[in-house]
């Protein structure tokens, strides 16, 4: 840095012609003056003074003619070339007020240069910069959209509570019927599949047979047909079922093709439920009686519904802004977004345990920026239409606003020495200031709320819904067939690759403040944490 001052020193302007660029580039031709070049030369051939390493002379102490010797003329001109350069361009952008992006690109070339520069003379250079980009809207008012609205389903409620009970219940043996549909069996099984669609051959399925295997006969457990199959069977009874895999199954040798299991049934028993009271739920939540239990899936469930419906109208007019918006994007905002998306993945994937470091090498990076850009510019162009709004409008935060929400955020920290205060600041700007461009937009747009889109669109849950999250049940453990190694590896094979996933949920009971309203951290300040906490990988 103080090199850097040094040689900026001179306080005479820069002599600076701008030009227009594609891609959002600046070009600027710079004129270094002679004392510039002067100055610079001799600075540099005392800094080596003061730095070289030669035989016989003491650190600092090397005379300038030995120095000149043992370096040469062409060395010490090119590193004074270097850091004039470098100087003079930093200078000319504070002068000229330009908001730069990224590092300077050299347009000149640099060898011609140097051939050029004499100590003492003035010397033009023309190096390129990205600045941000001139943004323009050609409407961003009077939308006329439709958006999706996301009903409350008060069934939820009666499912989470009927899964929670499942959970806890007991299996009571069957006598004198066959298996029905909610029934627990225990089986023995073996599955063939035809090598042609001819079905004149059959070869062993891998992993595709198990004994004294237990399984729930509900839907979407396993593949299509074999729970069926098993409905209506009697104990000691054996049958083959024909059934197809799906044509996305994730064993592409099996994916598509026919098969036969011979299955034999060992077991009936059927789940004895435990009754919904007050002492129930207070096994299961931290609530004290029925009552409460239920108001607060309901609000919950309600706020999610009224959450994904406000999701799918933001989507929608932002969807509505990016068409409108004529922007020439610099590529340094497109490669840091998607940096920035490559590091959310990164960090997901090691939440989950897995190292990433040794799942990224050079070629899994350059894949996924291929595949992120067209995520990422479209990210960047939603950035620059809503800022062009705000601008538009003179869309402004108050200070008191800002910090309400800095400390709210904050008091959600249990160590907070390692949090970039300023960072978390400006990040709380950017993510108010989008909330306030996002109301002015509903104000002063026209809105449809309709059952279902047409065609339908795609769109992911927001990050701010709140959801409950009541966990899955599956058969009690004491009963299940851990100690089956054929189960665990047959049930791979025959499970439902895509099968219906039901909504994962905490039960209330496993946070101690779950009567209490979850911080809502939006995606932008999600994005934070993984930029102060970055996650090591070969991205360069």
């Known amino acids: 840095m103080s090199k850097t001052k040094a040689l900026s020193k001179t306080k005479e302007p820069l002599k600076v012609a701008q030009e ?15 004392e510039q070049s002067r100055e610079a030369y001799e600075q540099t051939v005392t800094q080596f003074m003061r730095s070289a390493q030669i035989p016989g002379f003491r650190r600092g102490k090397v005379p300038r003619q030995v120095v000149m010797q043992q370096l040469g003329t062409l060395q010490i001109k090119a590193k004074t070339l270097e850091d004039l350069v470098e ?37 033009t250079y023309v190096a390129s910069i990205e ?29 989470v509570i009927d899964e929670q009970r499942s959970t806890r219940s ?12 909610g029934d627990v069996v225990q089986i023995d099984f073996s599955g063939q599949y035809f090598l042609s669609d001819d079905k004149t051959e059959l070869t062993e399925i891998p992993g ?42 994730s064993q592409e040798d099996l994916a598509g093709k026919s098969a036969v299991f011979s299955i034999t049934l060992k077991d009936i028993k059927t789940k004895e439920l435990p ?43 932002l969807d509505a802004l990016v068409e ?69 409008e003179s869309l402004e935060l108050q200070s ?55 065609p339908p669109e795609e769109t992911t849950t927001p990050a701010t819904a709140a959801t409950v999250d009541v966990a899955a049940t599956t058969v009690a453990a004491e009963e299940t067939s851990a100690d089956n190694p054929d189960a665990e590896q047959a049930t791979e094979t025959i499970a439902a690759e895509k099968k219906p996933r039901r909504s994962r949920t905490t039960k209330p009971k496993a946070d101690s403040d779950s009567k209490k309203e979850k911080l809502n951290l939006t995606p932008m300040l999600i994005c934070l944490f993984l930029w102060e906490h970055p996650v090591g990988t070969e991205a360069d």
């Open 131 to 159: 600045v941000p980009p001139e943004a323009t809207l050609k409407r961003y008012t009077d939308f006329k959209l439709k958006a999706e609205e996301v009903k409350y389903d008060p069934t939820q409620v009666d499912r």
């Open 20 to 34: 227009k660029l594609p891609g959002s580039r600046v070009g600027l031709t710079i004129e270094i003056s002679p």
């Open 324 to 392: 409108e918006i004529e922007v020439e994007l610099p590529e340094v905002m497109v490669t840091n977004e998607v940096s920035f998306l490559i590091n959310q993945m990164a960090q997901r994937l090691q939440s989950q345990g897995i190292d990433v470091n040794k799942l990224f090498n050079r070629d899994s990076i350059a894949g996924l920026k291929d595949r992120y850009r067209d995520e990422a510019v479209v990210r960047v162009r939603r950035t620059l239409a809503l800022a062009t709004v705000a601008q538009l």
């Open 208 to 249: 595709g047979s198990a004994t004294d295997f237990q399984v729930e006969l509900s839907e979407g457990q396993f593949i299509p047909g074999f729970i069926d199959g098993i409905v209506g069977m009697s104990p000691d009874e054996s049958k083959e079922v024909e059934l197809e895999f799906p044509d996305d199954y």
């Open 87 to 123: 100087s003079t361009f930093r200078d000319a952008l504070v002068q000229e007020k330009i908001d730069a992006l990224g590092n300077f690109q050299l347009v000149s070339d640099f060898e011609e240069l140097l051939t050029q520069f004499e100590p003492g003379a003035s010397i």
């Open 170 to 181: 007991t299996l009571v043996p069957v006598e004198g019927r066959a298996a029905e549909a």
């Open 275 to 317: 009754e919904v009271n007050d002492e129930f739920v207070q096994e299961i939540s931290e609530f004290k009686t029925v009552a409460e239990l239920r108001e607060f899936l309901e609000e919950r469930y309600q706020k999610e519904a009224q959450d994904k419906t406000d999701f799918n109208v933001q989507a929608a007019l």
């Open 400 to 454: 008191e606003e800002v910090e309400a929400r800095f400390q709210e955020l904050m008091g959600q920290f249990k160590n907070d020495r390692d949090i970039d205060r300023d960072r978390l600041r400006e990040v709380i700007e950017e993510e108010l200031l989008q909330q306030k461009v996002i109301t002015w937009l509903k104000e002063h747009s026209e809105i449809t709320l309709v059952e279902k889109l047409d």
